[in-house]
């Protein structure tokens, strides 16, 4: 049959073939939708495949340390401009937070510790807040996480730099000296005015260092960012200060492996945990370090003592806030595992693991070690 | 509704309509199989990435036994060794030592770094540990 050939004059016959040629007009329409369907779908599986994708990034001079940021993004490009983005903000903390340098137009921890016994300096509400959950800390750990412990670490710090330069000369800071720094380690001297929005250092010769917090601090900050402009998924490691953006785009938990802290051993890590939107937060002996008559002593160092804790090879924090995680990490390395363990069971969302130097694993009651499922 | 008008359709159909048919199935499988393939032939084999302050300076087959000097203008240097499918650095400029002392990398997303010479060598590629970011 042909379009235009009209079987006249048989009435019945012209309207069934009326009905025929409709249902052939439908049928054709039909597969068509049909087949736009199909490869729209065989399309659309690819796309989802590979959209968005997943990018890496990495920047220095924050922290003193390398940052790594893991995210997806549209474009190589998109996912550039947003890792510049995160770099300015962390670069910002960095300098209110460093202590050995001073940056125009900025009062920053340098400046107070410079004004230390002289006047109250005013801060950027970024560090009021810093020093007052420093502070916080400070007694929630019963000293062992301090952030007016200058004097002493300053101390550690020169000792430590000479002998990693010169390792035949490599010295312990002479008992007497440590003793006579640690007079000027008075918390209550960290003198916080919220009205003025200022610090003062009632001590001439205390010294403020954050190191066991202001990173982990300024890590929370950036990931809130991270949200703000866009990113949903990433996770972030700023010197192995391990925070994580929401889970990774299909849905999991981020995979974040305790590094073990046996170097020259095979396993390169000795437990996973899964983050969704958590912090993981290791402090350890095995990196900063260095030796003195073959003896390592680490960066780490406990106020109770003036020395590096000899507790642990490492100890790892889980909490919902990276600032938290960094503390507790800090004071948990100062401190026995039976007193460690109580702190920790004691705090809400709060989780850690110890690797004793023999290599002994042990675990708060609720942590969770990462499963496939 | 689709699926209850395509069998009807297939009945009264002409043959340029059959023809249609399949070719666009037919391009619709080759699109699919293609797009595949070439997703598999682009996962290349594992490699050591050599960055300088985050930028690339060179890329090493983790399968291929070799060393490279990595050295800079201001003469700090790292020697990257590439052996057994692992990477590792054997001897550096740093003071600290602590990309020496880390053990050799080999999975996907390990990383050895230097921080007083701004090196990262990341493992691109490499067996799935399971693994997003390491805590140290």
């Known amino acids: 049959m042909r379009d235009g050939e009209i079987s006249f004059p048989y009435p019945l016959l012209y309207l069934r073939e009326l009905r025929c040629r409709r249902m052939k007009k439908i049928c054709r329409a039909g597969i068509l939708v049909a087949v736009v369907i199909v490869f729209a779908g065989l399309v659309c599986m690819q796309y989802r495949d590979q959209n968005p994708q997943r990018y890496e990034g990495q920047f220095f001079d924050c922290f003193d340390t390398v940052t790594m940021i893991t995210g997806y993004a549209d474009s190589q490009q998109d996912f550039s401009e947003k890792l510049e983005l995160l770099q300015a903000k962390l670069v910002y903390y960095h300098q209110l937070y460093d202590i050995y340098h001073t940056y125009d137009g900025v009062n920053n921890l340098k400046t107070i510790n410079d004004n230390a016994g002289v006047e109250a300096v005013k801060v950027d509400a970024e560090i009021f807040d810093l020093l007052k959950f420093g502070k916080e800390m400070y007694d929630k750990t019963e000293g062992r996480l301090h952030i007016a412990y200058g004097s002493v670490l300053s101390l550690w710090h020169e000792y430590r730099e000479e002998g990693l330069r010169n390792p035949l000369q490599a010295k312990l800071p002479p008992q007497a000296e440590l003793e006579a720094r640690a007079a000027h380690i008075d918390i209550e001297k960290v003198i916080l005015d919220e009205q003025s929005s200022t610090v003062y250092l009632a001590d001439a010769q205390m010294s403020l260092d954050v190191g066991s917090i202001g990173k982990g601090y300024a890590v929370q900050k950036l990931a809130a960012y991270a949200r703000e402009i866009g990113l949903k998924h990433a996770l972030i490691s700023v010197g192995g200060n391990v925070c994580a953006v929401g889970e990774r785009a299909d849905g999991t938990p981020w995979r974040v492996g305790i590094e073990n802290p046996t170097l020259d051993s095979e396993k390169p890590y000795l437990a996973a945990v899964g983050l969704s939107d958590g912090c993981l937060v290791t402090s350890g002996d095995y990196q900063r370090y260095y030796e003195v008559d073959g003896e390592r002593y680490c960066h780490i160092i406990d106020p109770e003592t003036n020395m590096p804790p000899q507790y642990f090879a490492s100890v790892s924090v889980q909490a919902e806030d990276s600032g938290v995680a960094d503390a507790l990490s800090t004071s948990l390395f100062n401190m026995e595992y039976a007193q460690g363990v109580s702190l920790v069971d004691n705090m809400e969302g709060v989780e850690a693991m110890w690797v004793g130097k023999d290599g002994e694993i042990r675990y708060s009651s609720g942590f969770k070690v990462y499963e496939e499922k | ?136």
């Open chain 2, 1 to 136: 509704m689709v699926k209850s008008v395509i069998p009807a359709g297939l009945k009264s159909m002409k043959k340029n309509d059959l023809k249609l048919l399949a070719v666009l199935l037919g391009l619709a499988l080759a699109a699919f199989v293609g797009m595949s393939l070439y997703a598999r032939f682009t996962t290349k084999e594992p490699q050591a990435v050599v960055l300088l302050d985050g930028k690339e300076r060179g890329r090493y087959s983790l399968s291929e036994e070799t060393v490279v000097e990595i050295r800079q203008e201001d003469g700090s240097y790292n020697i990257l060794q590439i052996r057994d499918g692992k990477a590792e650095i054997t001897e550096a400029s740093c003071p600290d030592k602590i990309c020496v002392n880390h053990r050799p990398v080999r999975g996907q997303g390990e990383s050895l770094v230097c921080l007083p010479n701004r090196l990262v060598v990341e493992i691109e590629n490499g067996e799935d540990l399971g693994i997003d970011a390491g805590t140290r």
